[in-house]
Structure formats: C-alpha cells, structure tokens
C-alpha cells in the first residue's frame, strides 16, 4: 500500500501473527519484564465514554477501542492486513456464495467451550436489535441469506438464516451473491460471539454491567463510564501464553492535553487521543509518537427528503457552494499534525483497487474556488446583506474546535453565517444517526480496506433513518454489488463522484492518521486500519 498507509502501518511491526497457525512472534519483547513479585500491568487512555458496550451496537472509535481488547473474532485487523482468529482454516465453495469455517479450540473466561453456536447467535443477537440501533446490520443483511427478511420480513414465513452450526467446531455462512472481501467483514462486532445466557435476544444493555464472560484476551471488571474500565487477563483464552499483562486499566480523559500530561506524568502508558500538532514538535517525545489509521474526515449534509432540518439543504448548488468554500490545505496547515492532508473524494489514501490506490485513480471531485461559492449562494438569494444561516453540529475536543471554527470563518467568507451546536458523544452519535441536525461532523476509519467501507455509508441500508444519499446512489451502489474486478470498481468511482461532485451530498476535508503515544517501556501493541490498537500482546517492562 502506498502513501498513508505506509506511513502509518510502518510505525509499529512489532507484532506479527501468522494467518493461519495462529502462532505470535513477540519478536522485541523483552524477555526481563522487570519485577516479578506482583501482577502487572498496562493503562491507556481513551478520548470519551464508550457510547455502547454491545459489539453489535457499539460503532464508535472509543467503543471500538475498549471492545477490540476482550473479543476474539474469526478474523482480525493485524499489521499485515486481515489474519486469521478465531477461525483456524476456511473454504470458499466454487460459485463464491458458501464458506464453511472450522473454529480454534478455545474457552469463554468462565470455563465453557466457544462453539459454532455461539458464532451463530452473535448475528441473531445483532439482528435481533435491529437496524435502528445496529448501524452495521447491513454487513449480516445485504450478504447472508434470509438475514434482510430475518430483519424486514414476515416473521411467520421466515425464510432459513444463512449461518449454520455444522458441528461444534464448523461455521457455514451461505451468501445471497459473491462477495470477495466477505472474510473482512468478520471482524465486525455484529459477527463476534455470544451466547443467550448473558446476552439476551434484543437487549444490548447487558454489556454495561460488568461479570459476562469473554473469548478474548481480556474481561472486563468493572465499568464506569465517567473514570475508568478494568479488565484483567482471559486465563482460558487459547492464546493466553502470549498475553504478558495481568491487568489492564482503561481510563477516560475527554481533553487531549490532559492525556498528554498524564503520559508525561508516567500515569498512563498509552495515549490514544492526543493533539499530533503538539505532539509531533515534542522533540522529548518523537520516539512515543505514532499515528494509525485509514481515515478520512467530512462535512455530512442532511440532505434526506424525510429528516431534512433547513430545507435550504435541498439545494444542490447551496451544497456545492459550501463544498468550494472550503479551503482544505488551509485546515490542514492549520492542524499542523503532518499526519493530515487534504481530501477532495470522499475515499482517503490507502485503499487499493484493481488498478492502484483507489484515491489517486478517482481523483478530485471537488475543489476550492470561494468566489465560485459566492456567485452560486448568490444565485440563490443569499450575499452580505442577507447570509445563508446555517448550524454544525460535533461532539467537542480540541481538533474538532479548530475544525469548526475554520469553517465558520472560511465560510463567513461566502455570506454563510455558521452556528456552532456540541454535545458529548453519546448524544452526538444518536442525533446523527436520527438526522437530527443541518450539517454535522464526520469521520470514518476503514472496517476493511476495499472502498465500500465508505461509500456504503450513504446508503439507506446503512442509515437507521436516511439522511444522506438518496434512491439513485442506491441504485448505484446496487448495482456495483453484482458486479466484480474492475467493472464493480469503476462503478464504485462512479458513485463517489456522484455523491461528492454531481450532488454533494457530503463534503470532504481532509485525510489523516490517529495520533498516539506509547511509553517507551511498553512493546507488543499493533495497529490497524480502523485507527485502533491492540493491546491483546502489549508487555510493560
């Protein structure tokens, strides 16, 4: 992979996992780990509250965070892109529509054996929430059999749900069409484990309590949602040899500067959410400093027919305006991190098609032209003596202040007069996700490195309530669905470029790496896509 992604996956290769054995290669961890006589231990910072703990419904990057450290699902985002977990072996059928799986033996933390079945009721669980709460219920129900009726049909003639128990230790998922990156989507929560003893069919509050067992490295202790997360180590994990913590600790600091004085005052190991303008001009600290992540970051525009808050937005040639409005190298000078840059698609760097990084294919679908912007908001009626009245909406840090407050001052520009709205992520999330807002802030980090990881973004299947894309874009992103090579990516182009370019529909600013600090005594730790680390191997000397 080019450009970011080298950039950013070069930073840590200190762990490599074989793909199919299963084996760990600690490689750099040290093999005198300091004091022996008490349990050890590792503590890293998040950003915010995890808004769920259900990995069916959690779909944010601290809940990914917190969440990616006590599952074990059957594939995972490792250094070297997709590797196997859970899953030991696969086959894929002849017509690409049915893989039979054969499980890892391993053991829940209270003893019981982990079993196709429980690989099975995950999903049910998953679909059993719903899509109003599951935002990644299209990953079960646009690819498995009888999963969309199992969601939207008739309860009373209910087609057979295409995942099946073949025996303790095998899975088969039958699909509705081929899909190539298939196994990149079972790393998703909605796949992960879970049987109906702890988790009940259609609640996901049971998370947020902690004593249910995990599969994974780590389980949780205790829960508070102001302060901290415990977690303390899976003896019964089939991979617990290789994990060298005995407790991990989790702490929430909202502000990015208080994370960076806690690192330095040695009271976190891990950093997760720091200010990479800062950090990266700490000479003291360029050997901690590191950022991962595939990830891009936009203006979403609530454009929807049915949700839309100032009908204005109903005008494609108000949204282009604010689209040439922006000046993104402007704000990306401004962040200063050097690991941003400005995006003119809605699809960041690092994501390879068939012919190449699918960015620098698809090119640019926007631009920067601020008097363009000012004769087409003129055209509309609106100029000095009467501004465009619009509101922004974003759960508030540091980095979303700066970007917030350029827009309004780049915008202010064009005779756009911005109100700036903040909530905490909670509340954030749920009102986005409930087009409850004019234009709001987003980012998204790849879930697997094909293009679609975006652009399925906008479709209505997607969204619990439809807020951006409309019935053609859907009808595009259809389309390229039974497509394949270079036919399905070129459709792909083709459905950005509609949703950036032809009616804008969302706006795109800049492309970036999650910065972090790991202490120089810590080792083991990897990186993926998503902008996420994990800490299942992470040893402190």
């Keep these: 992979m080019k450009k970011l992604v080298v950039l950013l996956l070069s930073v840590l290769m200190l762990v490599s996992l074989a793909a199919c054995g299963g084996k760990t290669d600690t490689g750099t961890t040290p093999t005198d780990t300091g004091s022996t006589t008490g349990p050890k231990t590792f503590t890293f910072a998040v950003g915010d509250s995890p808004s769920y703990m259900d ?113 303790e230790n095998t899975i088969e998922y039958t699909l509705v069409k081929p899909v190539g990156f298939f196994t990149s989507l079972l790393w998703g929560g909605v796949y992960y484990p879970l049987r109906p003893d702890f988790a009940p069919s259609g609640d996901y509050t049971w998370a947020d309590t902690p004593g249910y ?44 500067d208080a994370q960076l004085m806690a690192f330095k005052n040695h009271e976190i190991d891990f950093a997760t959410s720091v200010e990479a303008a800062t950090v990266s001009k700490l000479p003291e600290l360029a050997e901690n400093f590191g950022a991962t992540g595939v990830i891009n970051y936009f203006v979403q525009v609530n454009s929807g027919e049915t949700t839309v808050k100032n009908e204005v937005l109903l005008n494609e040639n108000i949204r282009r305006a604010l689209s040439y409005a922006v000046d993104r190298q402007a ?33 640019n679908y926007t631009k920067y032209d601020p008097e363009e912007a000012k004769a087409l908001l003129a055209a509309e009626g609106y100029d000095e003596t009467n501004p465009l009245k619009l509101e922004y909406y974003y759960n508030q840090n540091a980095a979303h202040d700066l970007v917030a407050a350029m827009l309004k001052e780049q915008w202010s520009k064009v005779n756009v007069e911005l109100t700036l709205k903040t909530a905490d992520t909670r509340t954030f999330f749920q009102d986005r996700d409930d087009g409850v807002y004019e234009l709001a802030r987003g980012a998204m980090s790849a879930d697997y490195m094909d293009a679609l990881t975006y652009l399925d973004m906008a479709t209505s299947t997607y969204q619990a309530f439809p807020s951006w894309g ?57 990186d993926n896509c998503q902008g996420n680390s994990i800490f299942w191997f992470v040893d402190v000397k």
């Design 213 to 256: 067992p995990m599969n994974g490295a780590f389980v949780p202790t205790s829960i508070d949602r102001a302060s901290t997360i415990t977690y303390e180590k899976n003896p019964n994990w089939c991979w617990a040899d290789k994990v060298n913590v005995d407790t991990m600790t989790a702490k929430i600091i909202t502000d990015m």
């Design 55 to 167: 990995p069916a419904v959690a779909s944010d990057s601290i809940g990914s965070y917190v969440i990616n450290q006590m599952f074990f699902p059957l594939f995972y985002l490792g250094p070297d892109g997709l590797t196997n977990g859970a899953c030991e072996d696969y086959t894929v059928s002849e017509d690409g529509l049915v893989y039979t799986l054969t499980l890892r033996e391993n053991y829940w933390s209270d003893g019981q054996k982990v079993t196709a079945e429980d690989y099975v009721y995950g999903p049910k669980h998953a679909l059993s929430i719903g899509d109003a709460d599951v935002s990644y219920l299209s990953w079960i129900t646009d690819y498995v059999v009888g999963a969309a009726q199992y969601v939207y049909g008739d309860a009373e003639n209910m087609p057979e749900l295409g995942i099946k128990a073949l025996d």
């Design 331 to 363: 704000i990306c000078d401004a962040r200063d991190d050097g690991v941003t840059r400005p995006l003119y698609g809605f699809v960041p760097s690092g994501i390879v098609g068939e012919e190449g990084d699918f960015r620098a294919v698809g090119g």
């Design 470 to 526: 409309d019935a053609t874009y859907d009808q595009m992103m259809a389309e390229a669905a039974s497509m394949s090579g270079q036919e399905r990516i070129d459709q792909l182009h083709a459905a950005e470029k509609y949703l950036v370019e032809e009616t804008t529909q969302v706006i795109p600013l800049f492309e970036y790496g999650s910065a972090y600090l790991r202490g120089s005594n810590v080792t083991g730790d990897f």
